[in-house]
């Protein structure tokens, strides 16, 4: 190591001390590199993508929002029970399932992948893939920012967290203007509901019921659904444990007694089973969500990271406060 360090410095003085040769003109089909922030860390992207692989729902349906459909090579973490928009379900029909649940480096390798967008949780997993390891194998990788929270401090979860997302895959495509265009539509959706909801005092208590029987996997302080609360003029339950899916208890739920229950709607029981679950659990009969029967129902690209937010976010504004005239204008999900 030694010998290698001294010669390359020997080589860089007898290059100081020599004629300067001319810099060799960038190719014309060159791609500046880009970098952008990743979990808190600024991580280049030298090359421009051009096999690329999604994992999950919202993650798939904010790269065909961006018109990225031509550069993926297949999808992954997409069972039946979670659908997919029906805009986008031609495009996805074209492209190979490389996996149900789970990510698989062998299959990522075979298929030529050169980029995947994933999350932790979403695919990513300590002792599985992660993106150290897709980098050892030449994978560039972009990370879920609400899952972020699994490997870094946050402060808080923003609906804004998906448009930084679109915004940096746009520019790790090379597409930025295109992207910025696409969340402009969603930041203006945003801009109305803000204005429509200016002034709130009241603010029902919801508790996101996911799954679970023994225990309920709900919405942390750090998930998709508290940030679309928060703006819908409401105030997540278990906003007090410090992650974006975690389990809560039970007891919680009959203690801090919740006004409205969000069902989020994908799998096995359906969300009319899930429905017929909460309201047959005993202990959960005096809550006053039980009582009045007050459900909001999302599906799972709805709640997790994507461009479906923002309109379900105005829905469920809507329907938490009535009295107030909300605008519901979901965007064209169609390819731009």
């Not at 692989?53 to 065909?64: A, P, Q, S």
């Not at 429509?196 to 603010?203: F, S, W």
């Not at 007891?251 to 006004?259: H, K, L």
Request: charged fraction near 20%; include cysteine; proline fraction near 8%.
């Amino acid at each position: 190591m030694r010998v290698t360090a001294l010669a390359l410095l020997l080589a860089l003085a007898l290059g100081a001390c020599g004629p300067r040769s001319a810099p060799a003109p960038a190719h014309p089909n060159a791609v500046p590199g880009v970098t952008v922030n990743v979990c808190g860390v600024p991580t280049a992207y030298p090359k421009e993508p051009k096999r690329a692989v999604t994992y999950d729902v919202g993650i798939t349906e904010m790269f065909l929002f961006l018109g990225l459909a031509d550069r993926l090579v297949g999808y992954a973490g997409i069972p039946d029970g979670k659908e997919i928009a029906p805009e986008f379900a031609p495009a996805l029909a074209r492209l190979p399932k490389l996996s149900t649940q789970g990510m698989n480096l062998e299959t990522l390798v075979n298929a030529g992948t050169d980029f995947v967008f994933g999350g932790w949780s979403y695919g990513f997993r300590q002792g599985g893939v992660t993106p150290e390891l897709l980098a050892r194998h030449g994978i560039a990788s972009y990370v879920l920012t609400e899952s972020c929270i699994h490997v870094a401090a946050r402060s808080e979860v923003r609906l804004e967290d998906a448009f930084d997302d679109m915004r940096h895959i746009g520019a790790i495509f090379r597409s930025s203007a295109q992207a910025d265009q696409q969340v402009a539509v969603l930041a203006q959706g945003l801009a109305t509901l803000r204005r429509e909801m200016a002034g709130v005092t009241h603010r029902p208590r919801v508790f996101v019921y996911d799954s679970g029987d023994k225990l309920p996997t709900t919405s942390g302080r750090y998930g998709m659904p508290r940030a679309m609360l928060h703006e819908a003029g409401a105030d997540n339950l278990f906003d007090d444990i410090a992650s974006n899916w975690p389990q809560g208890n039970w007891e919680d739920v009959v203690t801090r007694d919740p006004e409205w229950i969000v069902i989020v709607d994908y799998g096995h029981p359906s969300a009319e089973g899930k429905r017929h679950f909460l309201m047959r659990k005993p202990e959960l009969a005096g809550v006053s969500a039980i009582r009045h029967q007050r459900f909001f129902v999302m599906t799972y690209a709805e709640a997790t990271p994507g461009p479906r937010n923002v309109a379900t976010t105005q829905r469920l504004a809507a329907a938490l406060h009535p009295e107030r005239r909300i605008t519901v204008d979901p965007p064209a999900l169609g390819t731009p």
